[in-house]
């Protein structure tokens, strides 16, 4: 079962929609600015509901890689829920993801972010040194598909692919759109740090991804 109809549900769709095993959650709050308690409270009911009506499925969550690391309401509220699920779920898999890039993908992501600032001739201010991984929603399905037939309660970080500067991914975006880049270089008010991948997503990677150009090739994938 697929719950949510956002870009990660569709991507889950055809393989668990059926599937009487798993419920897929992609339903959550996916904006990282996001502030109205009533988001969090929403998603807070809807995996109680699916706690009392599916209790014997596996549930599939998908969490940020900065829940335990970045203090605001969107990544407390995640990992608030990444406590409940561990406290009260029987059969479950939390994944910890860095930002998703999909063709319709969540219009508050820094890829997207930069796009429309390339777009509308904005200036934008770039930390230096800050460093950010995006990853493509196919992998996180590839990836996701083979955590759940072999792993049971688990938190796992999925924290990157490949890390890159924020500036060159900046620039190879402007590069691909053919736009002449504006911004500002500050100093970091925080850098938050590189997190290592679990040791089942390492090996699931090394199994399955390319890692040469990783970020290039799908930012070209997706952006046009």
Request: a positive charge; aromatic letters at 10%; glycine letters at 2%.
């Amino acid at each position: 079962m697929v719950v949510g109809n956002g870009s990660i549900a569709k991507v889950f769709i055809n393989d668990y929609q059926d599937d009487n095993s798993v419920v897929i959650f992609a339903s959550g709050v996916s904006n990282s600015n996001e502030i109205n308690e009533s988001e969090f409270s929403r998603e807070h009911t809807l995996l109680s509901k699916i706690l009392v009506s599916y209790p014997n499925l596996k549930l599939v969550y998908f969490s940020s890689i900065y829940s335990t690391l970045v203090d605001n309401p969107y990544y407390n509220h995640k990992l608030k829920m990444e406590n409940f699920i561990n406290e009260n779920f029987k059969n479950f898999i939390i994944i910890r993801l860095p930002q998703v890039i999909s063709a319709n993908g969540n219009k508050n992501n820094l890829i997207n972010y930069f796009v429309d600032s390339l777009k509308n001739n904005k200036i934008i201010s770039i930390q230096k040194s800050a460093n950010r991984a995006i990853v493509d929603i196919q992998d996180v399905k590839n990836i996701t598909k083979k955590i759940i037939l072999n792993e049971n309660n688990k938190i796992l970080n999925f924290s990157h692919i490949e890390y890159v500067n924020v500036l060159d991914l900046f620039l190879s975006i402007s590069n691909i759109l053919n736009i002449k880049p504006k911004y500002n270089l500050i100093d970091p008010v925080f850098e938050i740090p590189k997190i290592d991948n679990s040791l089942e997503i390492t090996n699931i990677i090394k199994q399955k991804i390319e890692k040469t150009n990783y970020t290039n090739k799908i930012l070209k994938k997706y952006i046009s």
